[in-house]
């Protein structure tokens, strides 16, 4: 019967495969019917699948179902193996123009995994499993949720949009309203939804493919004073990155964002044109 489990002398990694296969037309799953599905014994299935979500490979929602997190970095493939040497000069310029931390990220299942800059005398950190963050309360994750597949949008929301302060957008209809705003400005900035304290700008960096493999972030202090010049020198380092991974056909990027939905008090934009001149001037000498 299926879920007795017909092969007893299955190894540990062929159940892993079969569970994990058990999900490959998409929706969740009890562990009944993943039982049902991979012909495995219930016992079996119910530690395996509890184990595979401790690891992340495995969702478990709140009624008890489970649910593959999808791996794909750039909701199309992976991102490029080389993306963090090929990125380093780009994100130090980035940081030595702006005086600010700059962090590169790429799409992770629902979290988004970086590398950071956040010292002139540090080279660029690591990705690692300790450097992730959620997508959906970062400028990172939103650059990049904006310009993926909807079905990867779909599965974050299905995975839990979780509060971490007041201010965290935790709905769905919200989060789409978020990506579509960053869609039309070319830009996403995220303010106090992580942290009280935190607030950054992000832009998308695009492939060969014309995906959005990974995107660029500059935590911002002051949103207001720092937003004109920042947006400009991100899109610029975002460009210089796209044309290191390949020709791509790229969406064009509004110069500037629409300042006056943040505040109705005049913006200053006296620093901008030497911010993305001294950035244009570091990239281009090493071209």
Same mark, same amino acid.
């Given at each position: 019967?299926?879920?007795?489990?017909?092969?007893?002398?299955?190894s540990?990694? =062929?159940?892993?495969?079969?569970?994990?296969?058990?999900?490959d037309?998409?929706? =969740?799953?009890?562990?009944?019917?993943?039982?049902?599905?991979?012909?495995?014994?219930?016992?079996t299935?119910h530690?395996?699948?509890? /184990?595979?979500?401790?690891?992340?490979?495995l969702h478990?929602?709140?009624d008890?179902r489970? /649910?593959?997190?999808?791996?794909?970095?750039?909701g199309?493939?992976?991102?490029?193996?080389?993306?963090?040497?090929?990125?380093?000069?780009?994100?130090?310029?980035?940081?030595?123009?702006?005086?600010?931390?700059?962090?590169?990220?790429?799409?992770?299942g629902?979290?988004v995994?970086?590398?950071?800059k956040t010292?002139?005398?540090?080279?660029l950190?690591?990705?690692?499993?300790?450097?992730?963050?959620?997508?959906?309360a970062?400028?990172?994750?939103?650059?990049?949720?904006?310009?993926?597949?909807a079905?990867?949008?779909d599965?974050?929301?299905?995975?839990?949009?979780?509060?971490y302060?007041?201010?965290?957008?935790?709905?769905?209809?919200r989060?789409?309203?978020?990506?579509?705003v960053?869609?039309?400005?070319?830009?996403?900035?995220?303010?106090? /939804?992580l942290?009280?304290d935190? =607030?950054?700008?992000?832009?998308?960096v695009?492939?060969?493919?014309?995906?959005?493999?990974?995107a660029?972030e500059?935590?911002?202090?002051?949103?207001?004073? /720092?937003?004109?010049?920042?947006?400009?020198?991100?899109?610029?380092?975002?460009?210089?990155?796209?044309?290191?991974?390949?020709?791509?056909?790229?969406?064009?990027?509004?110069?500037?964002?629409?300042?006056?939905e943040?505040?109705t008090?005049?913006?200053?934009l006296?620093?901008?044109?030497?911010?993305v001149?001294?950035?244009? =001037?570091?990239?281009?000498?090493?071209?």
């Amino acid at each position: 019967m299926a879920g007795n489990g017909s092969e007893p002398r299955r190894s540990v990694i =062929s159940k892993v495969v079969a569970i994990v296969r058990s999900f490959d037309s998409g929706g =969740s799953l009890t562990v009944t019917e993943i039982a049902h599905v991979a012909d495995l014994p219930l016992s079996t299935v119910h530690r395996l699948a509890h /184990e595979l979500a401790a690891w992340g490979i495995l969702h478990r929602r709140d009624d008890g179902r489970f /649910e593959a997190v999808l791996r794909a970095r750039s909701g199309h493939g992976d991102w490029p193996p080389d993306l963090r040497a090929l990125a380093a000069p780009t994100v130090d310029d980035l940081y030595t123009v702006t005086k600010n931390d700059v962090r590169l990220g790429v799409l992770d299942g629902p979290r988004v995994s970086y590398v950071e800059k956040t010292d002139g005398s540090r080279p660029l950190s690591d990705f690692s499993e300790a450097a992730k963050l959620p997508a959906h309360a970062t400028a990172l994750g939103r650059a990049l949720l904006a310009f993926s597949p909807a079905e990867t949008v779909d599965h974050l929301v299905r995975y839990g949009l979780r509060s971490y302060t007041s201010s965290t957008v935790t709905t769905a209809a919200r989060l789409r309203h978020a990506l579509n705003v960053v869609r039309m400005r070319g830009v996403a900035v995220v303010s106090h /939804e992580l942290l009280p304290d935190h =607030s950054a700008a992000a832009v998308p960096v695009f492939g060969p493919d014309g995906e959005a493999v990974a995107a660029l972030e500059v935590r911002l202090r002051d949103v207001r004073a /720092e937003l004109p010049c920042v947006v400009p020198a991100l899109t610029i380092a975002a460009r210089a990155l796209c044309r290191d991974l390949g020709p791509a056909d790229v969406p064009p990027v509004p110069a500037r964002p629409a300042m006056q939905e943040l505040s109705t008090a005049p913006v200053v934009l006296r620093n901008s044109h030497g911010t993305v001149g001294a950035l244009s =001037s570091r990239i281009g000498r090493r071209r």
